[in-house]
């Protein structure tokens, strides 16, 4: 199931109501001050073994750009390196975008 991994927790169960086997959702944050620029999942372009994506500077310059990715979760990608805080990125119909801009 994506997203769900294993996990084993030692928790303090002095009540007994924890029993062996039993299963549990839970959550678990994961706090850092890294921040990273993150995009919806569908926005990336896979080619050539790489990521892309489309940024969009006005009307008539659309940029190709490859990007390294950092992790993926829920439908969002954070972006290691290739694309900057506040850039728009196409998110509609980029495939065919990428593809006219690359022919």
Same mark, same amino acid.
């Given at each position: 199931m994506p997203g769900y991994s294993n996990a084993r927790l030692v928790l303090d169960n002095k009540h007994m109501k924890l029993k062996p086997g039993m299963?549990?959702?839970? =959550?678990? =944050? !994961?706090?850092?001050d890294d921040h990273r620029v993150a995009i919806p999942t569908d926005c990336l372009v896979f080619f050539n073994?790489?990521?892309?994506? =489309?940024?969009?500077?006005?009307?008539?310059?659309?940029?190709?750009?490859?990007? #390294?990715?950092h992790a993926e979760n829920n439908g969002l990608t954070y972006i290691e390196s290739g694309l900057e805080e506040n850039e728009q990125v196409i998110s509609? !119909?980029? =495939?065919?975008?990428? #593809?006219?801009l690359n022919n």
């Amino acid at each position: 199931m994506p997203g769900y991994s294993n996990a084993r927790l030692v928790l303090d169960n002095k009540h007994m109501k924890l029993k062996p086997g039993m299963i549990a959702d839970m =959550l678990i =944050l !994961n706090k850092s001050d890294d921040h990273r620029v993150a995009i919806p999942t569908d926005c990336l372009v896979f080619f050539n073994g790489k990521n892309h994506v =489309l940024v969009y500077k006005d009307d008539c310059h659309i940029e190709t750009r490859e990007v #390294e990715i950092h992790a993926e979760n829920n439908g969002l990608t954070y972006i290691e390196s290739g694309l900057e805080e506040n850039e728009q990125v196409i998110s509609k !119909n980029q =495939l065919l975008i990428f #593809e006219a801009l690359n022919n």
